[in-house]
T-cell receptor
Framework: EADIYQTPRYLVIGTGKKITLECSQTMGHDKMYWYQQDPGMELHLIHY???????EKGDLSSESTVSRIRTEHFPLTLESARPSHTSQYLC?????????FGPGTRLTVT | GIQVEQSPPDLILQEGANSTLRCNFSDSVNNLQWFHQNPWGQLINLFY???GTKQNGRLSATTVATERYSLLYISSSQTTDSGVYFC????????FGTGTRLQVFP
């Protein structure tokens, strides 16, 4: 079992608010990822990091930003939330190619 | 880019039935994973299977990389098997298929 944690699990927030979704892993994995998923649909990569101070944008354009100051921590920030950001956000980490996922954050922007 | 197709898109079974889910991919890949997403949204690793066959309890998977497909077998299905099954391939980063939605009724 992988040890990867996300908080909060559920978040309902008003338009225009700044939010940060937290992701932490205790496995020492260098690679970490953020995916966005609409209910029942495929996952889309929005950000990834291959190590400290390394971040890249994924295949799906996103208004969010990420940082990687510590190996174990990969937070995602939305400066000004909008209803179009309503989705599930899943964090993952990997050693080599095998990825392990956190429980996800369900975000609703009203 | 690489295309990942899963079939069938939806599957309804009675408890105890067996099923086969298929994943086709359009180009060579370094790796392939199968996941189960439960009704609460959590993605659970089932198999890490770039080639060959693996078994874990009632589930088994086979990947034939040269023919660009993978199969997931579920035997004696249970209601707890319900959810969405995704395959994902790695040419360089993980690319997900569209999933198979499985419902198992008692």
């Amino acid at each position: 079992e992988a040890d990867i944690y996300q908080t909060p699990r559920y978040l309902v927030i008003g338009t225009g608010k700044k939010i940060t979704l937290e992701c932490s892993q205790t496995m020492g994995h260098d690679k970490m990822y953020w995916y966005q998923q609409d209910p029942g649909m495929e996952l889309h990569l929005i950000h990834y990091s291959y190590g400290v101070n390394s971040t890249e944008k994924g295949d799906l354009s996103s208004e969010s930003t990420v940082s990687r100051i510590r190996t174990e921590h990969f937070p995602l920030t939305l400066e000004s939330a909008r209803p179009s950001h309503t989705s599930q956000y899943l964090c993952a980490s990997s050693v080599v190619d095998e990825q392990y996922f956190g429980p996800g954050t369900r975000l609703t922007v009203t | 880019g690489i295309q990942v197709e899963q079939s069938p898109p939806d599957l309804i079974l009675q408890e105890g039935a067996n099923s086969t889910l298929r994943c086709n991919f359009s180009d060579s890949v370094n790796n392939l994973q199968w996941f189960h997403q439960n009704p609460w949204g959590q993605l659970i690793n089932l198999f890490y299977i770039p080639s060959g066959t693996k078994q874990n309890g009632r589930l088994s998977a086979t990947t034939v990389a040269t023919e660009r497909y993978s199969l997931l077998y579920i035997s004696s299905s249970q209601t707890t098997d319900s959810g969405v099954y995704f395959c994902a391939v790695v040419p360089d980063k993980l690319i997900f298929g569209t999933g198979t939605r499985l419902q198992v009724f008692p």
